[in-house]
């Protein structure tokens, strides 16, 4: 569990892909303390396992099936992926609660400035909809957010110079893809609704 504020961003280093298996491998500062093999740490949004620690690094295993609902599959050396560990019992909840689980990727549509602040604009797959609410919480790249606006297809987020700068989303662009993972609490309440 996590809460979506981004730690750091790290650099990606290596990546060796095979056929049902990508591993990678990140430089990280902040994240390496404490870390142990094992240990769950987000990246883009995405809960992981950390299988392999050296070098000021940490190395992931990513199955096919999280390459192919995720954002992974578009990571490249050199790339920046935001980072957060797993939530301990004490700590606070500055973000919501985030599972790690990816319910899909959007495509980033535009970005416009509004009143001094940044606003990114994605597409959402029709399926995932209904769990979008304005005013309502959406992880981004594992960043939390609040949707400030809906237009059709599209949800808006309002992005302050701050998460700008610690976190992957100052650096998309029209096209790229962003991990997200819906509020999971518009999703059971959606799932005991259909019952």
């Not at 689980?101 to 549509?109: I, L, P």
Request: hydrophobic share 45%; charged share 25%; net charge negative.
């Amino acid at each position: 569990m996590f809460s979506g504020i981004v730690v750091e961003t790290g650099v990606v280093k290596e990546i060796n892909r095979s056929d049902n298996l990508l591993r990678f491998v990140v430089e990280c500062e902040k994240l390496l303390e404490g870390r142990k093999i094992g240990d769950s740490v987000a990246i883009n949004g995405v809960c992981l396992t950390v299988v392999e620690i050296a070098d000021g690094c940490l190395s992931f295993d990513v199955i096919k099936e999280t390459i192919d609902l995720t954002n992974l599959k578009y990571l490249s050396v050199g790339g920046r992926v935001n980072m957060e560990t797993s939530l301990r019992l004490a700590d606070t909840i500055d973000g919501h609660l985030v599972q790690g689980h990816v319910d899909c990727v959007a495509k980033v549509e535009k970005f416009s400035v509004v009143e001094g602040a940044t606003w990114l604009w994605v597409s959402v797959p029709t399926e995932i909809e209904r769990f979008i609410a304005y005013k309502g919480s959406v992880c981004l790249n594992g960043v939390s957010l609040t949707v400030a606006g809906i237009e059709g297809d599209r949800i808006g987020v309002s992005l302050i110079p701050h998460t700008l700068e610690i976190t992957n989303l100052g650096q998309l662009a029209v096209g790229d893809f962003v991990n997200l993972e819906v509020d999971m609490l518009a999703r059971y309440l959606d799932r005991l609704i259909i019952k």
